[in-house]
DNA sequence: CAGAAACTGATACAGTGTATCATGACACTC
DNA sequence: GAGTGTCATGATACACTGTATCAGTTTCTG
């Protein structure tokens, strides 16, 4: 398993490859995730990013989900958050009391929801895994 | 892998042994909820049940959730639904063309799962894994 | 049957995301 | 660098799912 660490993409060039405009708007969302490296609420950018409206970030967060380079977290209680998607396929794990995402890879996972995939009838067309946990840092404290 | 089909359990019962009253609205959401052999939604409940409140159509499906008698799938657009929990642990397949849910253990996943775990740093509380598909009968139609 | 405790349901509210649409900004050509 | 078609913006209103409130009702226990 792989516990990740790697680049950022360019995140404004993945709009602009994908024939999206470059805008004011688009370029202080796209620079506000740039530097999260946890989960993220679409309400809290909207919170950090006074000069951008609601509609705008929630249009960019879609587009960048569609282009894959964001990816969106279901929480236990229903909630969703994002997350930035740092290269390939992954999967995360949230911290259900301090919130905090972490990101994982595993082949064997993969290899093993593949045979299952097999079995089932119907096509497969995704999936989806989290975990949920209570992180070290929450552990510690209490 | 097991696709599964087996008896619904008594959610009366469940929430009886649990403590709660029974009363005519649970019964109401209780029984429909017993016919259900798909997934559904609260809002469908409520529809179905026009003597039943809102709020209680609510409360009661909390409820068997807390009781581990009925589960919560999360939906690729972030919709909820809910389905009965026909015993042990399991995972589900939701077709994202009708909505269909399925159903399926297999302890290989769990045990690749369990091998994860033990790398990830904190205390697994639980975990998430759905299969988004396009069911028999969509291909079939399409 | 009486009384305490639990439950109900109407209503209002909260959180998250989308539709609308007049206005404004981008990119491209000339 | 100005002109122009198209795309993007953002204020607003709306939709959807779920929860809080609270007066009034029902259930259960003794
Ligand atoms: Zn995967
Ligand atoms: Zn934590
Ligand atoms: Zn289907
Ligand atoms: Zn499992």
């Known amino acids: 398993m ?3 660490a790697r680049a950022n993409p360019d995140l404004l060039a993945t709009l602009e490859d994908r024939g999206y405009r470059v805008t004011r708007p ?7 995730l740039g530097q999260k490296q946890e989960g993220f609420s679409a309400e809290e950018v909207c ?3 006074p000069g951008v409206g609601r509609a705008t970030v929630y249009r960019s967060i879609k587009l960048l989900l569609e282009a894959g380079v964001v990816c969106k977290l279901m929480l236990p209680n229903g909630g969703q958050k994002y997350s930035l998607a740092r290269g390939e396929h992954h999967h995360h794990t949230v911290c259900v009391m301090c919130g905090t995402v972490g990101e994982f890879r595993d082949s064997s996972v993969e290899r093993v929801l593949r045979t299952i995939g097999a079995d089932i009838p119907g096509k497969i067309v995704g999936h989806r895994m989290e975990f949920y946990i209570t992180c070290q840092d929450c552990l510690d404290t209490s």
Chains 1, 2 share one sequence.
Do not use: D, F, G
């Open 26 to 32: 688009r370029r202080e969302v796209v620079n506000l």
């Open 2 to 4: 792989t516990l990740s």
């Open 47 to 49: 919170a950090e990013l």
